[in-house]
């Protein structure tokens, strides 16, 4: 699909050593952006080619999770145990405005990349690295997958909310919640230091932290503990704000009801229709002032009997309309479904060789003068190595 | 009153963004987190605010000036008066904006159009102006009226649905979950659209939507459902290519998350559990077997974990390459050895005057911007923004003072 509109970020090099989900997704913001990646990839792919989900065709080409997260660059094979490898490498970083990586501290340095040395042996390249805990992890932090980061940063202990009874914590959302969150933060510096490079700036050495960046999503909370203004404690409801607001079974699915003040309440109650059990030793600013656990338990049960009548996007839409704040709980068959989605065109069709057609979540800003759009679907493995090594005047 | 770091001061803050303008009419969380990254690149960043309109987290306490949350989301911005609402608080308003690089507003839906600040008003007087509007389905569209807080976004972009226990009725993450996140896909597309700006010097609208925000943090799970139908019910703490894989009682009713990526990690772990009569157990010889008999590994975990200590455990598992960290609580949160010791945490002057510590940027950087200050009393900034910026004289400031304008 072509595009009349310019791109943001056109004419910027970036070469892509990544070979995990958090730094392919990092490329991946900036390629659709119009940034030309350059992803190096082993000559047997990069790993995330052998992750699910799958669609139809055969390894290395079937991965749906890297074809999402390589929309709109090159693959490059080399092999950067050799020294022909390690040479071309260093012709594309010499040409690079930027180089994204997520490997462990130290790797870099083996390829002649060394962080500390970016200023001489590189000068004004921006190179980023992704890591789960920072080039300056610790002896026990050294191995890490996203749910170790979630944990490590607070989340784990405190998902869900109103564990009162200490369960077992759960994982999150996917398996690539702190990856993604990452590679957002990993961008905006990146984009952040090259326009300044373009200005006359320095080239820069960015070390993103995924448990840094999941930390810091916290910061309205635990801004308020590390000074004392908020209590901490082992509970694992710390982070919670009380209340009956939860996600409740209905007649299709399920719907997620908050509720925090008299005017809801009052809202609620008309929608409902002057339910008798809101009578019952409900005074009318309960939710502000007298907010209880039987009073909270008693809501649940009460409106989990209403809402087993209704159906989530009805019974949503009604009470949006009334000021009553009730949402489905979408899953994904509902989210390519939506007509907000649709309206905002958050899905993008795209034609992969090997996976056939398929709609492509998107990103969450509209953009007038520079949409972000997918050019092309993720690379062929080496697809692009004989035209990048020609370009770089060799032979491949 | 005492400015504790005058904003002129402030100009040399650093920072691949400093010289850039960021003006923002935002309220408690996502729309405050996309400025404060900004500033933490190194950009200026006002805060429009009025005693008749207040940012209902500095409501959270008697002192509108040290409200905690507040704080926490708002370090290193200047704050001006200016009532909105009023007429020549509007003009003002355009004045600030026509001087700006970026303006960021998250109000209910329609609300700044009301106020007669939407885009094709304000673009007339700054056509390079990059306009950030976060809401929580965006500004346009059939839904585009609704609205909700932080785990409405998370039910309604898909994330709320995924996380729960088998079988059970979805729990959802963290009630916290959702404005960060959406606050920072705001502050990459804004930085994308300066850098269009420096070229071009054209501006534009940029429409953010929280619940999208929240969908592209399990876009991999919506591309398999797009690619072949899959459904994803919850299933507790299951990965499709790990186990054993999730959270796991210690002594003293702590927890660790323990992660096993390979049937080598498994194979170290078995031996550290139960030897090599466990290793070579061939129920749990590889992934698929693993997932099989799910039931019966995680028993075996679990009664290995429960009684041993969570950080004694989280050693013994790193030195064997086995990925594992302790689940921290908020007394661990605050205390984490690792932040205090790497420069995560700065020192910055608060509205007393003194020194107070606040939570850094996730990253580090070479040539970063310097972090000066903590968040801004009301109207701290009064002088410099109306003064310096707009060219108002002290007399005319004193009247419009008088007027409710500046109030």
Redesign the interface.
């Known amino acids: 699909m072509t595009s009349t509109n310019p791109s943001a970020l056109a004419g910027l090099r970036i070469v892509e050593l990544a070979e995990g989900v958090a730094g392919e997704f990092c490329g991946k913001l900036l390629s659709d952006f119009g940034a030309e990646v350059i992803k190096i990839e082993r000559p047997c792919g990069s790993p995330v080619r052998r992750l699910s989900p799958f669609g139809r065709g055969e390894a290395p080409e079937n991965s749906a999770l890297f074809a999402y997260a390589n929309t709109s660059k090159r693959s490059v094979v080399l092999d950067l145990e050799t020294e022909a490898g390690r040479s071309v490498l260093e012709k594309l970083l010499l040409r690079a405005d930027a180089v994204v990586d997520d490997h462990e501290p130290g790797w870099l340095a083996r390829y002649g990349i060394d962080p500390a040395g970016i200023p001489e042996s590189h000068p004004g390249l921006v190179l980023c690295s992704i890591t789960p805990f920072g080039q300056d992890a610790g002896e026990t932090q050294r191995h890490a997958e996203d749910l170790n980061v979630f944990h490590a940063s607070g989340w784990g202990y405190h998902t869900p909310s109103g564990n009162a009874r200490g369960r077992t914590p759960l994982k999150g959302a996917g398996r690539f919640l702190a990856s993604y969150e990452a590679a957002f933060d990993a961008a905006l510096c990146m984009t952040a230091a090259l326009m300044d490079r373009e200005a006359g700036g320095p080239g820069r050495f960015i070390d993103v932290s995924a448990h840094r960046v999941l930390y810091s999503r916290l910061d309205y909370v635990l801004g308020q503990m590390i000074i004392g203004d908020m209590d901490v404690s082992e509970a694992h409801t710390a982070l919670d704000l009380g209340g009956p607001a939860a996600v409740l079974p209905c007649r299709d699915g399920f719907v997620y009801v908050w509720l925090s003040d008299e005017t809801m309440w009052c809202e609620l109650r008309r929608m409902i229709g002057d339910a008798p059990w809101m009578d019952e030793d409900f005074p009318p600013n309960w939710l502000q002032l007298a907010c209880t656990t039987d009073r909270v338990n008693r809501t649940r049960r009460h409106l989990s009997e209403w809402l087993a009548t209704q159906d989530k996007h009805a019974v949503s839409e009604e009470a949006q309309k009334r000021g009553v704040m009730i949402v489905p709980v979408n899953n994904p068959e509902d989210l390519m479904a939506s007509p907000q989605y649709r309206f905002r065109e958050y899905f993008h069709r795209l034609e992969h060789p090997v996976l056939g057609e398929a709609l492509y979540p998107t990103v969450p800003y509209r953009m007038s003068a520079t949409p972000p759009m997918p050019s092309q679907p993720a690379p062929l493995l080496g697809g692009d190595t004989q035209a990048v090594v020609s370009e770089l005047g060799g032979q491949a | 009153m005492t400015t504790t770091m005058p904003a002129q001061t402030m100009r040399a803050r650093g920072?691949?963004?400093?010289g850039v303008r960021v003006v923002e009419l935002t309220k408690v969380?996502a729309g405050p987190?996309t400025g404060?990254?900004l500033a933490f690149?190194g950009a200026e960043v006002i805060r429009v605010e009025s005693r008749s309109a207040l940012d209902s987290?500095r409501w959270f306490s008697e002192d509108i000036d040290n409200a905690?949350?507040y704080?926490?989301?708002n370090p290193q911005k200047l704050s001006v008066q200016l009532d909105t609402r009023t007429p020549e608080g509007r003009e003002l308003m355009l004045k600030l904006l026509a001087s700006a690089d970026v303006f960021i507003e998250n109000l209910r839906p329609g609300a700044i159009k009301r106020a007669g600040l939407g885009y094709e008003e304000v673009r007339k007087v700054n056509p390079g102006l990059v306009y950030v509007s976060i809401g929580m389905?965006?500004n346009?569209?059939?839904?585009?009226?609704?609205?909700?807080?932080a785990?409405?976004f998370?039910?309604?972009?898909?994330?709320?649905?995924?996380?729960?226990?088998e079988g059970e009725?979805?729990?959802?993450?963290?009630?916290?979950?959702g404005?960060?996140?959406?606050g920072?896909?705001?502050?990459?597309?804004a930085?994308?659209?300066?850098?269009?700006k420096?070229r071009?010097g054209?501006?534009?609208?940029?429409?953010?939507?929280?619940?999208?925000?929240l969908?592209?943090?399990?876009?991999?799970?919506?591309?398999?459902?797009?690619?072949?139908g899959?459904?994803?019910p919850c299933d507790?703490?299951r990965?499709?290519?790990?186990a054993p894989?999730?959270?796991y009682?210690s002594r003293n009713?702590e927890?660790?998350?323990i992660?096993v990526?390979s049937d080598q990690a498994w194979k170290s772990l078995a031996r550290l559990i139960g030897g090599d009569a466990l290793v070579g157990d061939s129920r749990f010889a590889d992934l698929p077997s693993r997932q099989r008999n799910l039931g019966e590994l995680e028993r075996i975990v679990e009664e290995w974990t429960r009684s041993r200590d969570a950080s004694e455990l989280?050693?013994s598992?790193?030195s064997e390459?086995?990925?594992?960290?302790?689940?921290?609580?908020?007394?661990d949160?605050?205390a984490?050895p690792?932040?205090w010791g790497?420069g995560?945490?700065h020192s910055v002057l608060d509205v007393k005057g003194e020194q107070?510590?606040?939570?850094g940027?996730?990253?580090?950087?070479?040539?970063p911007a310097r972090l000066m200050r903590g968040s801004p009393r009301l109207g701290e900034d009064n002088d410099y923004v109306l003064g310096d910026i707009l060219g108002i004289s002290p007399s005319e400031r004193a009247r419009l003072a008088a007027d409710g304008v500046t109030v």
């Open positions: 920072g691949p963004l400093q969380w987190y404060k990254l690149l987290s905690p949350g704080q926490a989301v389905y965006g346009d569209g059939p839904l585009a009226y609704q609205s909700g807080y785990p409405c998370a039910a309604l972009g898909g994330v709320s649905a995924m996380v729960g226990y009725t979805p729990q959802g993450m963290n009630i916290r979950y404005d960060s996140t959406t920072t896909c705001a502050a990459f597309a930085v994308t659209a300066l850098r269009h420096r071009t054209e501006g534009q609208f940029i429409d953010v939507s929280a619940v999208e925000a969908s592209t943090m399990i876009g991999d799970t919506i591309m398999a459902h797009a690619v072949n899959s459904a994803t507790g703490n990965h499709a290519e790990m894989h999730g959270a009682p009713g927890w660790i998350s992660a990526n989280v050693t598992l790193q390459g086995i990925a594992a960290a302790k689940s921290l609580n908020t007394i949160l605050v984490d690792d932040l790497s995560y945490f107070r510590p606040i939570m940027p996730s990253w580090y950087m070479t040539e």
